[in-house]
Structure formats: C-alpha cells, structure tokens
C-alpha cells in the first residue's frame, strides 16, 4: 500500500494511485488518479530543487515531512497536512473504516472521480472547513477581500480571471495544479475544488509567512522579467484613436503641455477586417513615420491585437485549412460575433501561436512597435459555452484556463527572438504562469462607478497575491459617460488609487459616441468603428487637467522606487500592491483592515473608496509614517483620521 521511492511515497487505495513528494523549501505535491496516469495535459509546477525530505511508514499510515510542513496519509487514503506539527488542512472523509468524530453512514469521500467518457473524469477534492481567512485566486467581481464564505468560477471571462493559488491566514498556501473548467467553493462546513473535465488530481501546498509563502509559490510556477523603466509612467488610451491623426495629435498636445506619457497605445480596429493583424493603409498612411515620431518624444506604441478571424480576413482561409482555430462541437463554427462572423485562433497550437507573431512581426514590429496589447484574451466567445468549444491542447472544459497563458507565450517568445528584452504585452486574462512572460494584466471592461472601483480595489490585491505583479485597471472605468458633472469626482478618485498601482493607464468609452461621417459600404476598417469621447488627462476641464498633471508628476518622480519594486517582483516572487497583512504579518490588525494596502514596502495607502467622503480612517503599523502631502509625522500602532479632499489621497511613507 506505500511505498518510497526517489524520496517520493508511493500509495495505492484499490484503483486509485497516490503520490507524494516535497516540492521546494517547505512544499509538499499531491497527484492522485483512478485513469493510470498522474500527469496533466498541461502542468503549470516546474521542477524545483527540494531539501531532503523524510519519510515514515507506520502501521496504518504514513507521513512525509519536508521542513516545516508534513503530511500524513491513513491506510484508508486519508490526507492531512501541518505546520510545526499543527493541522492546518484536513481532507473531508465521512466513511465506515475511519476513526472520525463524524457520522460515518454519509459516505463521504475526499476524492470523487466521476467517469463522463473515456478516461476523463469530473473530479471533487474536499477538505474540512475551519475558521481562516482565504486571499488570491485571481480576480474576480464581487467585491470581495477575504474569499473565505465565496464561491468561485474556475473559468476566464471578461473581467473575470482565475488564478487557483490562494494564502490562508493559518500558514500555508495552496495551488490548484488543473486547467479544467470548474469551481472553488470556500464555505464554513467544507473548501471543496471542483474539474469539470480532467483525469487526476494535482495541488501543491507550501508553508510559511505571507512572503516566505509567495516567494516559494512563485519559484515553482515562475516569476516576471524584470520590467523597464520606460512603462512606469503614464499611459495615454481610449476608445478608440482611428486615425494616425488623431494619434500623433494627442502625442503633440501632451508634450506641448510638459506632460511626460510613457505609452500610447492604439486600441481595436485600426485594421480592416478581424484577423488581418495589420493596419488600415487608408488611416495609417505611415506607420514607420508616427512611431518615430513617437519615440522622438520618449513614447512608446502599443497596439490592440485580437485573436478572432473574420470570414472575410485575407488570413480567415489559411488559418481554417490548417486547422489552427477553436473548434466548435456543434452547430455553426463560429466563436465570435463583434462586428463580424469570427473564428479564434487556437493559442494551445503551436503552429497557431508561429502564425499569429509572424502576421504580426510582419506588420508591426518591423515597423518599429514592440508593445502588443492581448486583448480578448480569455477568449472571449458569443457564450461562455465552455462545453462546445475544443482546443489542439483538448476541450475548452479540460485545458480552457490556460489559453491566456499560451496566448501570452506567442508573443513573448516571438519577441524575445528578435532580441527584444523589454517585452512588455496588456493582456485581459491570465492563468498560473502567465507572469513569465512580460504581462501586464488588467482588469476587463468594468463600468464607471464607485462600486466597481472597490471591485477592482479588492480585485487587484488579490490577483496580486496569486502571483500576478503587473496588474491595472481603466482608470475611471471603461462603461462611463464623463459629460456627467459628478464624473469628476469619481475620476479623481481612481487616477489618484491609480498612481499607486504596478501601472498608471487611462483608458475608457467615455459616453456616447462621435457622429462618423457618412461612408462607403466598403470602408469599413479604421474609419468604421464607433469611438468614445475623448480621454486625455486635459479632457476634462483646466481645474481636473491641474490635479492629474501634479500626480502624473508625483509618480514620475516614483520611478526609481518603481524600479526596486520590478527587480523584487523578478527576483523573489513579490508583489507590488501588498495587502497589510503581506507587510507586517504579526499585527492582528494588519488581517483586519481591508481598506488600505502597501505601495511596495514603503508607502501606506489609503484610497478614498466612497462617494462624498472626505475623511478616512487609516491604520498605522508600528513604525514612524510621514504624510507626503502635509509631512506630519505620525506614531505607529494606532488608527488615525485625517482629511481626504477631493485632490488627495492619503498616503504615509514610512521613515
């Protein structure tokens, strides 16, 4: 029944076959499977080295011991794990033949295989619920800080991004090693994860403080390059630039102002047809010319790239005869329907991924544009029908989650081999991994409220601890009509939280649209699509123009302090916004407080979140803190009050 093997403890319980192993410093593996084989389609853990693990067979259990954290296995397949020999994760059986304080009589197993067809199988893995705080597992939209009570779509949407590595509050974290489709649910009674479609079961535990924890999460699934300077400042988007025009006059105006801007980028449909991945020569006439201007004034361009095809695209044929799209299950084979009948390519395909950058090395970068905006990452589909679409890698159900991934991959790799070593890409969606390959993730199109800024405050912390460092948001919202007056406000808000996010970025459809003059039937490329008002930090009136410049200044002024915060994020896994707890680990409080967060390890922040509010509340750690706006001084230990005026947000250096 066990076995050791190259210190790896061998089990088996009738058809189903276990295996333990340490995994890093203080890391243990668990692979189990009833199919024959303990390997995924798609494995996101690296090897890593690992100290010298200790194993112990006893009468009717075993136990593997690797640092700090060990686990212990019954003669009946039951799993528990601790921490300097305290329990902190306890799988969930109720069955005759086991000694439990609960009624046997339900049958309630642990680890559920439930065939569907073949091999494949929909899989439910259950531990004992008990009382600790849940933080990570990616982004989502609810609003929530502690994920601890929640129940979680394992799946990628529009906004929605799951990344399964979460940190409890007991000491450990935990990685849900499956690309499946499927759902954590973290209630009192029971943590349960659920794989729609898949053939094993893979997690990876890891003991620790918050940081000792991520910096061990990240080792084993990868960590960022170093990202360069020239991104840390401002940058300028909207929906949408059509024209080369009306680029490089955006460019002049702001440097007509002294406003530095790091990146412009050029958003959806400055091409023809979906999957032609080239510009409208109609609109932009000289792209080698803007973009040289461009750099003359220190910016960067980037460009929306989308992985759908149009039937009508001059690369719709070559892609479809060579099989390197989704393919759907059923029906009419179409993915998308945005302006167009579409077909997505399949970034699982290696082929696929060669296609897509060599389109694009083609007409962009060799045109001088080496910022790739990924957008509909996820991908996007008519409908979240995961069961009708499948993959070269397999079916969306079983391998969907690591689109983003690979999608990311195509162009990091294509980069990277042309010799390009500050690979920066805005990507919409990611997965375990996807922070090797020089992302930025941001948050999807999100409306123009107070409420969605508290959804994307909690969000990026989260995502954050999940082992995503670059991450940001559409300053002021994506879905927003701006012409309101008390826009204003709300737009303060966000770009003053904003400057203090791993990426200061405005984007957005501001309200409404432009009236487009009359066109051809044929013109129907760069000059066809809808475009939102305009949103440059000048837009908005002198008096709104004032307060953004001083803050554009503020974080030009960052980027050296930026700088350290990008080589910890390559070199030790951390992230950039840190929840209070990741910062001071042994203040009761710092679990607490969900409000304000750590720039860094340096500054305090305290975003104002709420409409009308004027004062905030903020809890000061042991330590001398220094107001960078008033420069008072300030004891830890303790919550103060100060003033939150319209045009400040609360930040405290600590000295």
Same mark, same amino acid.
């Given at each position: ?155 990628? $949407? ?91 006059? +955006? /460019? ?99 082929? /696929?991924? /060669? ?61 990277? /081999? ?153 070199? $030790? ?77 609360? +930040?405290?250096?600590?000295?």
């Amino acid at each position: 029944m066990f076995e050791i093997k190259n210190d790896c403890l061998y089990c088996r319980f009738g058809y189903e076959s276990v295996v333990l192993r340490g995994w890093g410093q203080d890391g243990i593996r668990f692979q189990g499977s009833v199919s024959g084989s303990l390997t995924l389609k798609y494995d996101a853990l690296r090897e890593v080295v690992t100290p010298q693990v200790r194993i112990e067979i006893a009468d009717k259990c075993a136990t593997l011991t690797n640092g700090a954290l060990s686990v212990e296995i019954t003669d009946a397949g039951h799993v528990s794990f601790y921490k300097n020999g305290a329990l902190i994760l306890n799988e969930k059986y109720r069955h005759f033949g086991y000694d439990t304080p609960h009624t046997p009589s339900l049958k309630l197993y642990a680890r559920e295989y439930k065939p569907i067809v073949g091999d494949s199988y929909k899989i439910t893995q259950r531990f004992e619920g008990q009382a600790e705080k849940i933080f990570g597992m990616g982004q989502y939209q609810d609003g929530l800080y502690d994920l601890k009570g929640s129940s979680l779509e394992l799946a990628q $949407r529009n906004s929605q991004i799951t990344v399964p590595f979460y940190i409890s509050s007991l000491g450990y974290g935990f990685l849900w090693n499956n690309p499946s489709v499927g759902r954590a649910d973290f209630a009192t009674n029971e943590t349960t994860f659920v794989a729609a479609c898949s053939t094993a079961i893979d997690y990876y535990v890891v003991a620790g403080t918050p940081k000792e924890i991520e910096e061990r999460y990240t080792e084993t699934v990868g960590r960022t390059p170093i990202m360069d300077e020239n991104v840390f400042g401002l940058w300028q988007s909207k929906l949408r630039y059509r024209t080369q025009d009306e680029v490089l006059e +955006v /460019a002049r105006e702001y440097k007509r102002r002294g406003v530095k801007i790091d990146v412009l980028v050029i958003d959806f449909f400055h091409w023809t047809y979906q999957g032609d991945w080239k510009f409208d020569p109609k609109y932009w006439y000289d792209v080698k010319g803007m973009v040289r201007e461009l750099k003359s004034y220190g910016i960067r361009t980037m460009v929306s790239i989308w992985p759908t095809v149009d039937k009508r695209s001059e690369n719709f044929r070559q892609l479809v005869e060579n099989g390197l799209g989704v393919r759907v299950e059923r029906g009419y084979p179409i993915c998308f329907d945005f302006l167009g009948d579409t077909v997505i390519y399949d970034a699982t395909n290696p082929e /696929a991924r /060669a296609f897509i950058w060599d389109k694009c090395k083609q007409n962009y970068f060799e045109d001088g544009i080496d910022m790739f905006w990924l957008d509909e990452a996820e991908p996007e589909f008519v409908r979240y029908d995961f069961d009708h679409y499948r993959y070269a890698a397999g079916h969306d159900l079983e391998v969907g989650n690591i689109y983003p991934v690979l999608h990311a991959k195509a162009f990091y790799d294509g980069q990277t /081999a042309m010799g390009q070593k500050d690979v920066c890409n805005l990507v919409r969606s990611a997965w375990l991994g996807s922070q090797n390959y020089g992302v930025l993730v941001w948050s999807g199109d999100i409306y123009g409220n107070f409420q969605s800024l508290r959804d994307q405050y909690y969000a990026g912390l989260n995502i954050s601890l999940a082992g995503i460092p670059w991450w940001t948001t559409d300053t002021g919202g994506f879905f927003v009509d701006a012409s309101k007056p008390e826009y204003k406000e709300l737009l303060y808000r966000w770009f003053e939280y904003s400057v203090f996010c791993p990426v200061l970025r405005m984007h957005g459809d501001k309200g409404g649209e432009f009236e487009i003059p009359p066109l051809d039937e044929r013109d129907f490329g760069s000059g066809f699509a809808h475009t939102g008002h305009p949103n440059e930090i000048y837009s908005f009136g002198e008096d709104v123009f004032s307060v953004l410049r001083r803050y554009v200044e503020l974080r030009q002024s960052m980027k050296g302090y930026i700088k350290k915060l990008a080589e910890d994020a390559a070199m $030790r896994g951390e992230p950039i916004m840190r929840t209070m707890f990741y910062e001071f680990p042994d203040d009761a409080e710092c679990w607490q407080v969900s409000d304000q967060y750590m720039f860094g390890d340096k500054y305090l922040v305290a975003p104002v979140l709420y409409e009308g509010q004027r004062t905030k509340k903020v809890y000061l750690p042991k330590a001398k803190w220094q107001n960078i706006f008033t420069k008072q001084i300030y004891d830890g230990g303790k919550t103060i009050e100060v003033d939150a005026p319209l045009d400040i947000i609360p +930040v405290f250096e600590k000295v």
